[in-house]
């Protein structure tokens, strides 16, 4: 990771930021990880394989695209955060997150 962005924006705002600044370009993969809030709230055993599931295909997607010769960027929202730190997925989530030139956490 190049470069980590924090911001109190929605999604769709730091998504155009990171545009406007070139902190994200058109030739970048950008993978978005965007659970609900209501994730980790029932059968958590589910949600975690789930955002496991999901974090794994996004490790794929980065390799992909390194392999091509493109860069990765990552956005993640608040409450997805939350959810990987609840549910103990630092590990895969930090896997995606270092195959990235640029990881934006947003609201």
Request: charged share 20%; proline share 2%.
């Amino acid at each position: 990771v190049k470069l980590w962005v924090l911001t109190g924006d929605k999604l769709e705002t730091a998504r155009n930021i990171g545009y406007s600044t070139k902190v994200l370009s058109d030739e970048m993969e950008v993978m978005v990880l965007d659970v609900g809030p209501d994730i980790g709230s029932g059968i958590a055993a589910a949600d975690s394989d789930q955002l496991r599931s999901q974090l794994t295909a996004m490790t794929a997607t980065a390799e992909g695209a390194t392999s091509k010769g493109r860069e990765a960027a990552l956005m993640v929202t608040g409450s997805s955060l939350e959810q990987v730190s609840e549910l103990g997925l630092g590990g895969p989530f930090l896997e995606v997150a270092t195959r990235c030139k640029v990881v934006i956490a947003c609201r």
